[in-house]
């Protein structure tokens, strides 16, 4: 059952056994594997079914960190979360995003990488990733290139084992959002409140155990909530900020008491490899793997990483490669330098620094007529697919494209001084906004992608594949291409010791008996893929655990 927390009376009490803050992939895969049990549970959500309104939305604002996105476009507050705005196109029409599990060294401890190490390992999530795949509407839990390819869309062929391909699986919004809701709807047990947004989290006169939420439908209204366990799953940014807002009893924060909450904040930044030119253009027309193309029912693609052994050599973070064929004279400085000059003189005046770009032009004639020719014999196609996927399905690939452009994403060394703090500021219902302290320049992290674009480039070239001519900026650094990928990470970390962590391998707040939380924001580590699969998996790992809890208290009450 879904209602309006408007319905509800100021002051009124909800009472259920189970409370679950925030319905997005954490909190939705929850209240699915808790569907049907023979205890109530309530799901809260901040927003309603439809898009945001400004208002709702604005309590997401806050200081973000130079260079990194506003705060409040990084999650959405809505029902399911920030799954509503996946925004990968795999299909005509079809919007999703990309699910991956992690691979073993991401749960390693790395010598060479400080606070690495989760609690669990691969092993251990195994069977909570196989579940997860129906809950994320995927394919069999299968990610290995074997199972999808075929001797039309071979992987690519390196003369070492330094780089392999992985097999990435895409979830489709038209099935994540509306099947898994139907599920809430249609469970007896689940009431889901909308415009529920928690204010405080009350505890007993120790800190020791929640005792009750205080919830606000609107400005100056508000309903408490009370339940023998409560979960928090509403991000990395969310659990942190209430967390150190309910700071009554325990002054630096609940669950703050090493002062370990809102730090180690962690996100996916995107960087520039280089440009691919291969050594033959009917590489174009072999490398469809590395598309998005529905196989076996499933959207897939394929991507190029690190293998393990070679992070755990190179005392590295892990790293993944992904590819856009792109056509002739992509990036092109000149190009680059007539477009700003064309640009600027259509408006009546000089670009900055427009002598230097008059040199670049002039110096480069030659390649400019030869550009534009090339340009002129290729055939006419849709070449947004390049961005959006689908370029395989193109004809004349080998005369369309002259490059691959080589994007890298790699994990954040998990870092203490990057994190999420309280503001004096306070959003419309009283609470206090938070400012982010981030950056992506950790010596190790800027390290990792250096190392990584040479280990890429001597292997293509080693290969025969080509040429990989590496992109960084004038000071030599990494070009970063996107500061986020809304994968917000890390800020109440799992570790058994409480001095290390916020929450324990079971993902509960230590110190406080009834409290969990069901986020990204417990992965010590982030992880070179997309988090979303291995938030579903902790959270189903977290439903069987909080069934058990719920079936002991069951069986005490009954003696």
Known sequence: MIIDAHTLAAGETVETDVCIVGSGPAGLALAVELAGQNFRVALLESGGLEEPNAATQDLSKGKTAPGYPDLDITYNRRFAGTSNIWHIQVGEGEMGARFVPF????????????????????????????????????????????????????????????????????????????????????????????????????????????????????????????????????????????????????????????????????DHPCYLGGLWYPASPQLFNTTSFYDIRRVKGTPIMARLVLAEEVVRKEGIMN???????????????????????????????????????????????????????????????????????????????????????????????????????????????????????????????????KRAQDIFKEEIEKAGLGRLDVIRDDNDLPYMTAASAHHLMGTTRMHPDPKQGVVDENCRVHGVSNLFIASSAVFPTGGQVNPTLTIVAMSIRLADHIKAVMASQMVGAER
């Not at 999808?148 to 070492?160: G, I, R």
């Not at 204010?199 to 408490?224: H, M, Q, W, Y």
């Open 103 to 266: 691979n073993e060294t991401d749960f390693e401890e790395r010598a060479d990488i400080p606070y690495s190490g989760w609690c669990i390992t691969r092993q251990d999530l195994d069977p909570f990733y196989e579940r997860a795949q129906s809950i994320c509407k995927l394919g069999p839990y299968n990610y290995e290139p074997d199972y999808w390819k075929d001797a039309n869309t071979p992987t690519l062929e390196f003369k070492s084992d330094r780089i392999k391909t992985i097999v990435c699986q895409f979830t489709r919004l038209n099935k994540f959002i509306p099947e898994n809701r139907a599920v809430v709807e249609q469970a007896s047990n689940i009431t889901a409140y909308l415009h529920a947004t928690v204010v405080e989290i009350e505890t007993n006169d120790t800190a020791e155990a929640v005792t009750r939420l205080r919830v606000a439908s609107a400005p100056g209204k508000e309903f408490g909530v009370v339940a023998k366990l409560f979960i928090l799953a509403t991000g990395g940014i969310e659990v942190p900020r209430l967390l150190l807002a309910s700071n009554r009893v325990q002054k630096e924060g609940l669950g703050n008491q090493h002062d370990l909450v809102g730090r180690f904040f962690m």
């Open 319 to 449: 790293v993944f490669g992904f590819l856009h064929p792109r056509t002739a004279g992509y990036r092109s400085r000149v190009l680059q330098s007539l477009r700003t000059l064309t640009q600027s003189l259509r408006k009546g005046k000089l670009p900055k620094q427009a002598g230097r770009h008059l040199g670049t032009v002039l110096g480069g004639v030659g390649d400019i007529i030869s550009i534009t020719w090339k340009r002129l014999q290729q055939p006419k196609v849709d070449l947004t697919r390049a961005d959006k996927g689908g370029w395989s399905s193109l004809p004349q690939k080998d005369k369309v494209f002259t490059c691959f452009e080589m994007f890298l994403s790699a994990e954040q060394v998990p870092d203490p001084e990057k994190r999420i703090t309280l503001m004096d500021e306070r959003d419309a219902l009283g609470r206090p906004r938070v400012k982010l302290d981030w950056n992506w320049k950790h010596p190790i992290d800027i390290h990792t992608i």
